[in-house]
Nanobody, 125 residues
Framework: VQLQASGGGLVQAGSSLRLSCPVS????????VGWFRQAPGNDREFVGG????????VYTDSVKGRFMISKDNAKNTVYLQMNSLKPEDTAVYFC???????????????????WGSGTQVTVSS
C-alpha cells in the first residue's frame, strides 16, 4: 500500500498547484496525514499535516500563508494547495499516513508510513 501523490509539474514563480493524495487500501479516517518534500541534496522535510478530524492543520514556517491542506473523506483524498510558489519550493513532494490511530500531527518522517514515490514540483524564476 502506498499513498501516491500527484499533480506536480513545472510552473513559474507566483503560480499555484494543487497536489492530491488519494488513499486506497487503508483508511485515513482516524489518522493524521502529512506532506513532506525533498529537494536535491537535501533531507526530506515536513511541509504540513492535517489531523484525522480534518479540523487542525500544521505547516512549516516557510509555507505558512501560502499552502493549505484539506481532506475530502468522501473521496478518500488529501490535498495540498500551493499558492505563490517560489523557486525554493522546488522538490519532490510526498504524502504519508501517520502510524498512530487518533494520533496528533507530527513533523518526524519516522512517524509516517505508506510512502509513495512522490510528485515533482519545479518552480522557475
Amino acid at each position: 500500500v502506498q499513498l501516491q501523490a500527484s499533480g506536480g509539474g513545472l510552473v513559474q514563480a507566483g503560480s499555484s498547484l494543487r497536489l492530491s493524495c488519494p488513499v486506497s487500501g487503508v483508511t485515513f479516517n482516524y489518522y493524521a496525514v502529512g506532506w513532506f518534500r525533498q529537494a536535491p541534496g537535501n533531507d526530506r522535510e515536513f511541509v504540513g499535516g492535517i489531523s484525522w478530524t480534518g479540523r487542525m492543520t500544521v505547516y512549516t514556517d516557510s509555507v505558512k500563508g501560502r499552502f493549505m491542506i484539506s481532506k475530502d473523506n468522501a473521496k478518500n483524498t488529501v490535498y495540498l494547495q500551493m499558492n505563490s510558489l517560489k523557486p525554493e519550493d522546488t522538490a519532490v513532494y510526498f504524502c504519508a499516513r501517520n502510524t498512530r490511530r487518533w494520533g496528533e500531527i507530527t513533523q518526524n518522517e519516522g512517524d509516517y508510513e505508506y510512502w509513495g514515490s512522490g510528485t515533482q514540483v519545479t518552480v522557475s524564476s
